[in-house]
């Protein structure tokens, strides 16, 4: 059966989406057309180029994590820049190792931009904020003047990638110069189930690493400190959530993830297998209740 997947955004935690992938595609599920958000961006696009469950377990438990974190190199020869150079790019890391990552794996099935892809098959959250609103890609590439069957689909996900502050946000200009600043899709929409439900052609199944919407503790606010975390877990949370019903909350498969940070590139082997056990699991668990009510 012909699926469209959604995939959230949770840096490191979204390894554990390749548990979850292998039990659909063990299940007879196949992706038709994909969405994701930062992380889920990561994995959408490597689906769309054709990576299988145990493509994907390969690439994510083998890969170096750490490599991602290229600082600029003024930094590393002149430390006392450090916090100048933080305060023009606006973030720690450069991100080009992510984005050259990402168009290596791509390259190798034949995959550069857009239009290597069909129309459709693929969908990128990123922040504009400079314009301060979502930014879908490839769809919205033409607000800017630019042709999205030329646009790097590795750019789109290092836009969609961005964490503001840990890594610089990417820079686009449209036709008339205006610079626009990018970054994580995260900060506004990092669970972009409604992007297929109102055209609903087939199932449409997303992968979300959080716990049950009604299982979601309330944010505990006494001073300025506590409102800063819960500031940006409603940020991330709050804008997505309105779109999901009952209804669509039957269609998600919730992977809790409380041991690990978005940002801890440091995980070992055996990490990262355990996160893959976790989808395992949720999976399992959601295909067994899916199939009593479809």
Do not use: C
């Not at 599920?29 to 054709?50: E, Q």
């Not at 430390?79 to 080009?96: E, I, Q, R, V």
């Not at 961005?162 to 610089?168: A, D, K, N, R, T």
Request: net charge positive; aromatic share 12%.
């Amino acid at each position: 059966m012909e699926i469209d997947g959604v995939f959230s955004g949770g840096g490191m935690k979204a390894i554990a989406f390749v548990g979850a992938i292998e039990v659909m595609e063990q299940e007879g599920y196949k992706f038709k057309n994909v969405a994701g958000t930062s992380a889920g961006a990561i994995i959408s696009a490597l689906l769309v180029a054709g990576f299988k469950a145990k493509d994907l377990h390969q690439i994510l438990t083998e890969v170096d994590f750490k490599k991602f974190m290229d600082r600029p190199q003024t930094i590393t020869l002149f430390p006392f820049l450090k916090w100048a150079s933080f305060y023009w790019k606006m973030g720690m890391f450069k991100g080009d190792a992510l984005e050259n990552w990402m168009g290596d794996l791509l390259k190798k099935r034949g995959i550069a931009t857009f239009g290597d892809i069909e129309d459709g098959t693929l969908k990128i959250i990123a922040s504009d904020l400079t314009r301060g609103r979502i930014m879908i890609l490839p769809d919205d590439l033409e607000q800017y003047g630019l042709n999205k069957d030329q646009f790097s689909i590795a750019k789109a996900v290092r836009m969609s990638a961005s964490i503001p502050y840990f890594f610089e946000p990417v820079k686009i200009y449209d036709r008339s110069g205006m610079k626009s600043v990018i970054v994580d899709g995260a900060v506004l929409s990092n669970f972009p189930i409604w992007l297929f439900e109102e055209k609903k052609k087939r199932p449409v199944i997303g992968f979300r690493l959080s716990p049950q919407l009604e299982n979601i503790p309330p944010n505990i606010i006494n001073n300025a400190v506590d409102m800063f975390p819960a500031l940006i877990e409603t940020m991330l949370h709050s804008h997505d959530n309105r779109y999901i019903s009952k209804k669509v909350a039957e269609q998600i498969i919730f992977i809790p993830i409380d041991t690990v940070r978005a940002t801890e590139f440091n995980l070992s082997r055996k990490e990262k297998k355990q996160l893959v056990e976790i989808g395992r699991k949720r999976a399992h668990e959601f295909i067994q209740k899916w199939k009593g009510f479809q």
